[in-house]
């Protein structure tokens, strides 16, 4: 039996995941929460051979919660659950320890197959996005964003979604003065003066799409 636990910050997410997975003979439910921080205190008391975590959450997020997760338990397998497919974000995911890579849009089989590869010791990574990862070395220009740091990339996507420096700060559970420090640091590491050029560099990078402002 494959015992899986669910961290989104979405309930209907995780009710959605949750009925796909009661079909499946051999794996079963076994807890679900709904940010980082209580992922990591789950994981302190209790067992889970896959985590299925949602990478943008309140408070520490999935990459900041995997790392956590398996620095006091490295047997457990995660998948980072995310909407991002653009690089620095996949290697970024990859590089905190998680076993596996999956895109909220990939069909339900997709998010079957890649739980089972995981808890058997191998690596799932979403296929579109292994493409690109192996590509990646022979794309002569340099992508700006993998200077940021992991909460400074994941504040500028928070920016470029539009999202206002409160709900950011209430989200991620830090005070606004200490958002806008995190976005004045990117800012002086991309070379651009303000959310107008941060969006304009995201969709350039393909971090954002334009069709979606």
């Not at 069909?107 to 493409?131: C, E, K, L, N, S």
């Not at 590509?135 to 992508?143: A, I």
Request: hydrophobic letters at 45%.
């Amino acid at each position: 039996m494959i015992n899986v636990f669910l961290v989104d910050d979405h309930a209907l997410v995780r009710t959605g995941i949750r009925r796909i997975l009661e079909d499946e003979r051999g794996i079963k439910v076994v807890g679900e929460v709904g940010d980082g921080d209580q992922a990591v205190q789950w994981c302190r008391k209790n067992s889970a051979d896959v985590v299925v975590m949602d990478m943008s959450m309140p408070g520490i997020g999935g990459l900041e919660a995997t790392r956590k997760i398996l620095h006091f338990n490295p047997e457990v397998k995660i998948i980072i659950l995310t909407v991002h497919t653009e690089e620095p974000i996949p290697s970024r995911v990859m590089a905190a320890g998680a076993a596996g890579f999956l895109t909220k849009n990939a069909p339900p089989a997709d998010m079957v197959q890649a739980i089972r590869a995981v808890a058997t010791g191998q690596r799932y990574i979403d296929p579109v996005i292994a493409q690109q990862m192996a590509l990646r070395p022979f794309n002569p220009e340099k992508n700006p964003f993998d200077e940021l740091s992991d909460r400074e990339l994941q504040i500028s996507i928070m920016v470029t979604s539009g999202q206002k420096v409160s709900e950011i700060a209430e989200q991620l559970n830090i005070s606004p003065k200490t958002v806008n420090a995190y976005r004045y640091r990117l800012f002086e590491k991309l070379k651009i003066s303000g959310d107008v050029e941060l969006t304009r560099l995201a969709i350039r990078y393909g971090m954002l799409d334009a069709e979606k402002i």
